[in-house]
């Protein structure tokens, strides 16, 4: 991000007030903010109560799905690599084309890659930890060719979310054998990524889709995963992929979660905005729209850790128009981020009243930035 005084000092004058429409794109663009969303976030969405979809009448190929992301006023996107494949899970070249011109068409960048070993029942008893070698092999297969469709496209980075890795009940597996098939898999996805230029993130989750708990339940979890596997590959390139909501799932002060990162000298890859309540299930709301003190917070972390990379956004936002809904979380965001940036403006007197220990004083210093 571009953060010096000059653009500091636009804050209570050019970007006084409540941030909308042309003056979200000049905020962004004056602070280097890189803003993305998901493919998916432009729908249609399905769950278990609505195998049929919420929209159905609402095409979801990916070209509609970009058209419907730039319409949000969104210039970055981020992909899953199934959307990439054929039935017989090898990549279609001509879907790839379609894509990179529709990207240069509509003056979007491509961001992140995404492997997705979680939606074919293919994969229902794991991906990188699943007890048949033979699936294994084959996850570490696609995981490979999503990276290489990464590159093709232009992405800086690849994540993989272990969606099909864990359990539902215990004693069903044992912990200590899927931790190994886990980190000897990422291992092999890094030096893949590296190879190709690419940085690699993992990103967790405490469950959803399994009931018990997902292999890398938190990213205190992730962070300590990352750092083995980069001191076996003799590097830093994998890192991990923050997901908000997923933290507050897990119960966990997100920005804490970047200063453990940064502790342990493990990159940032991605990030993922969105919404979830304290300790509940992954709701992929609108960003900002619960939780507000937690996700300034977090935009403030992600400013004084020194983060570089792209925010994007993760939801399903079932009911809502999702162009709305996307430019909704794009606004909200801005205008978080500038809470942060105010915060930030005045961090001297911020870190001199956190050494006091005292709350109170703390307090004082973002009380009128918070209301």
Known sequence: MKINDGNLGKLEKEYAGYLEGEKVSRFFHDFGIKFAAGHWCAGDF?????????????????????????????????????IFIDEKRKKVNSRIAEVKKTLKELKMTPTNMNTNLWTDPHWKFGGLTNPDKAIRKEALAITFQGAEIAAELGCESIALWPGSDGWDYNFE????TLLSRFIEGCAAVNRKAKSLGLRFGVESKPKEPREGHMIIPNTHCAILMAKKVNEACQGCNMGVAVDY???????????????????????????????????????DRVAGTSNLWELVDFCYAALDTGYQGWFGEDQFTYRMDPVQAMSLSREFFANT???????????????????????????????KVMF
Do not use: C
């Open 337 to 367: 981020m500038k809470k942060a940036l105010l915060i930030w403006k005045n961090r001297k007197r911020l870190l001199a009243a956190q050494e006091t220990g005292n709350a109170g004083a703390t307090l004082e210093v973002v009380k």
């Open 245 to 283: 909501g997923h933290e507050m799932m897990a119960g966990i002060e997100p920005a804490f979660s970047l200063y453990l990162a940064r502790e342990f000298q493990v990159p940032v890859v991605n990030f993922h905005v969105n919404a979830a309540k304290w300790r509940s299930n992954d709701e």
């Open 46 to 82: 399905l769950d278990r109560f609505a195998g049929n979809g919420y929209n159905p009448d609402l095409k979801s190929d990916i070209i509609s799905q970009l058209k419907r992301v730039k319409a949000a006023g969104i210039d970055g996107v981020e992909f899953h690599e199934n």
């Open 173 to 176: 597996a044992n912990y200590g």
